[in-house]
């Protein structure tokens, strides 16, 4: 297997940059990273503030322990501005992450 194709699977089932960090490509690996670690960010803490939001309703009795009730609640506080922005977020991570694995993928093609 050649280095490109190892570049493009490190930045494909690792984390984006990783590939770069293989191809010793250092800056480029810290941008990529550093790049997709913001959207990142702001899609596990949304994800987080939703959790812990319907926990607190569980435990308060608002909404009854059953599986159907919790999925329900849980599609209605993720529609609206506020799931539109996770969507966009989710957006940004997976073109982030396509375009690091492409130009890892290139860069390990002219690096030989």
Do not use: C
């Not at 941008?31 to 596990?44: D, E, H």
């Not at 987080?48 to 009795?61: L, M, R, W, Y």
């Amino acid at each position: 297997m050649n280095q490109s194709i190892k570049a493009a699977l490190l930045s494909a089932l690792v984390y984006p940059g990783v590939g770069h960090f293989f191809l010793k490509k250092s800056l480029m690996g810290v941008i990529f990273a550093g790049i997709f670690s913001i959207p990142l960010y702001f899609v596990i803490s949304e994800i987080i503030a939703k959790a812990e939001t319907i926990v607190d309703q569980i435990t308060s009795g608002e909404i009854a322990l059953d599986s159907a009730v919790i999925s329900a609640s849980l599609s209605n506080s993720m529609s609206g501005v506020e799931g539109q922005a996770l969507d966009m977020n989710i957006y940004v991570l997976i073109i982030i992450w396509v375009v690091a694995i492409i130009d890892s993928y290139r860069r390990g093609m002219a690096s030989k």
